[in-house]
C-alpha cells in the first residue's frame, strides 16, 4: 500500500484511537454523581501489544501505560505507537484523589500532526472546561475523562466485591476532547485473556455507543488477580474499525 495511504490510516486511527474524541452530542445527557467504595490498583508501568484494522489497513504497534498513585494524588499517562508512523497518541490524566475516587484536574491529548487538547476541571469553581469549544459542565463529583475512566472502574470493581458480577451496570460522567457525557458500563462475563502473563482469568466489562452516536464502543478486560488492571482492551467502530491492546508485561514501581 502507497505510504500515503498509510498515513491517511494512521490519522484516522489516532482518531479512533481517542476513543472517538469528537462524539455528537449525548442522546443521554444524564449526570450521575456517585459515591462508590474504591481500591486504586497499586502504581505501575504497564505494556501491551497493539494491533488495529483500520481502513482495511492492518497496524501493529504498542501501548505504554504509566500509573502512579499516592500520596492524595494520581497521574497516569497512556503512549500508542506504529511502524513507520511512530507515536500516534500522547494522552495524559492528572489529578487527586478525593472521596469519590480519581478527580481529575487536568487532562492532555496530542495526536499525530494535531495540536494539543486538554480539559480542565475547575474543582474550586467547580466546573470543566476545554480548550476546543466553549462548552462548561459542572463539576459535582466523580467526574473522569478518557484516561482516568479505565482506572476509575479498576478502583469501583476492586473494592465492589460480589456486586461487580455479570449484568451488573456502572454509570459515570465522562469528557471526550470537546464535550462530556454518561458512560454506563456493563459486567458481561468471566474470560480468559492470552497474555504475555499466561492465560489470564479476567472480567469482560463493556461499554456501548449511544444510539446516532459517532463513538465506539468499548470492552475491557479486568484482571482481578493482577491487581485488577485492564489486561485487553478494546474499541470498535462500525463492522471493520478496531483496535486492541493486549497485556505484554507489568512492572512495578518504588516511586
Avoid at 179 to 190: D, G, L, N
Amino acid at each position: 500500500m502507497p505510504l500515503d495511504n498509510i498515513r491517511k490510516a494512521g490519522v484516522a486511527f489516532t482518531l479512533a484511537l481517542a476513543l472517538g474524541g469528537t462524539t455528537a452530542q449525548a442522546a443521554n445527557p444524564a449526570h450521575p454523581a456517585v459515591k462508590r467504595p474504591f481500591e486504586l490498583p497499586p502504581s505501575a508501568d504497564l505494556n501491551y501489544d497493539l494491533s488495529a484494522r483500520q481502513r482495511g489497513l492492518s497496524l501493529k504497534g504498542d501501548a505504554t501505560v504509566t500509573w502512579r498513585a499516592g500520596d492524595g494524588k494520581y497521574d497516569v499517562r497512556v503512549a500508542s505507537r506504529v511502524a513507520i508512523l511512530g507515536t500516534l497518541l500522547d494522552n495524559r490524566s492528572q489529578g487527586a484523589i478525593d472521596e469519590f475516587g480519581l478527580a481529575p484536574v487536568e487532562f492532555s491529548e496530542k495526536r499525530l500532526r494535531k495540536d494539543p487538547t486538554s480539559i480542565a476541571f475547575d474543582r474550586g469553581g467547580k466546573v470543566m472546561r476545554f480548550s476546543e469549544g466553549e462548552k462548561t459542565y459542572p463539576l459535582k463529583g466523580g467526574e473522569q475523562d478518557r484516561v482516568s475512566i479505565t482506572w476509575q472502574l479498576a478502583a469501583v470493581a476492586r473494592a465492589a466485591g460480589d456486586k461487580f458480577k455479570p449484568g451488573s451496570e456502572w454509570p459515570f460522567f465522562v469528557a471526550g476532547r470537546t464535550s462530556a457525557e454518561a458512560w454506563t458500563f456493563k459486567v458481561v462475563k468471566r474470560d480468559k485473556v492470552n497474555t504475555g502473563l499466561g492465560q489470564v482469568d479476567a472480567i469482560l466489562v463493556s461499554r456501548e455507543a449511544l444510539p446516532g452516536s459517532r463513538d465506539q464502543s468499548i470492552e475491557i478486560w479486568l484482571a482481578p488477580e493482577h491487581e485488577w488492571y485492564p489486561v485487553k482492551i478494546r474499541f470498535t467502530e462500525g463492522d471493520k474499525e478496531t483496535i486492541e491492546q493486549t497485556l505484554k508485561s507489568v512492572g512495578g514501581t518504588s516511586d
